[in-house]
């Protein structure tokens, strides 16, 4: 199977101002688009014929040891970025449902749990990501995560994320992660995040 980069489900400039066109450009055209290259590459040959980039980081072992590391950093890119199109949108929303009442009673609040993930994502040292995630054991958790490292990779489901590498942010915000973050919260989709968690709870 050969991986191909997915359609952004909105047009470069649909996130603006929060998100500027050109960063939108780059990010999906040159960075992710070099994941998905890599990642046919490091798969190349190989015997293992997973159904998905998914099922690839669930199976590492399945890997070949000299191109496991390859496959770890292209695939989780590939995934990730995957994810972090589509949990993002410029429609507005606001959390409801289940996935409401599960923040609520985990955080105290939407507010709070905003605070947490914040911080959460601050916390990072270098390139990386924060997640929410649903645990194997079905509870909600904060993670972070280096490089393209997935929390798939240890058996969690993410259900919302944020790409923290300086290439998702550094030419309009330079060194301001935390205006980057907090510009973030105005294009989540929620919807998507709440689908995200269903589905993980299956
Ligand atoms: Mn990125």
């Known amino acids: ?6 359609k952004l489900p909105y047009s470069y400039s649909a996130l603006e101002p929060y998100i500027d066109r050109r960063t939108m450009k780059i990010h999906h055209t040159k960075h992710h688009q070099a994941y998905v290259d890599n990642l046919n590459k490091a798969l190349e040959g190989l015997k293992y014929k997973p159904s998905s980039a998914e099922e690839i980081l669930k199976n590492l072992n399945r890997i070949p040891l000299d191109v496991r590391q390859a496959v770890i950093n292209n695939g989780g890119g590939h995934v990730n970025h ?11 929303s606001t959390p409801s449902g289940n996935l409401l009442e599960m923040l609520n009673k985990k955080f105290g609040s939407v507010e709070k749990f905003r605070e947490s993930f914040t911080q959460k994502a601050m916390g990072l040292f270098g390139s990386g990501w924060a997640f929410l995630v649903v645990t194997k054991s079905g509870q909600i958790s904060l993670k972070r995560h280096s490089f393209q490292n997935s ?20 030419l309009k915000y330079q060194n301001r992660k935390a205006d980057y973050i907090k510009a973030w919260w105005n294009v989540i989709n929620w919807p998507e995040v709440e689908k995200n968690f269903k589905g993980a709870l299956k």
């Open 1 to 6: 199977m050969t991986y191909l980069l997915p």
């Open 82 to 92: 995957t994810f972090f199109w589509n949990i993002m949108s410029p429609k507005k």
């Open 151 to 170: 929390p798939l990779m240890q058996g969690n489901f993410p259900i919302l994320g944020i790409d923290l590498w300086e290439h998702a942010y550094y």
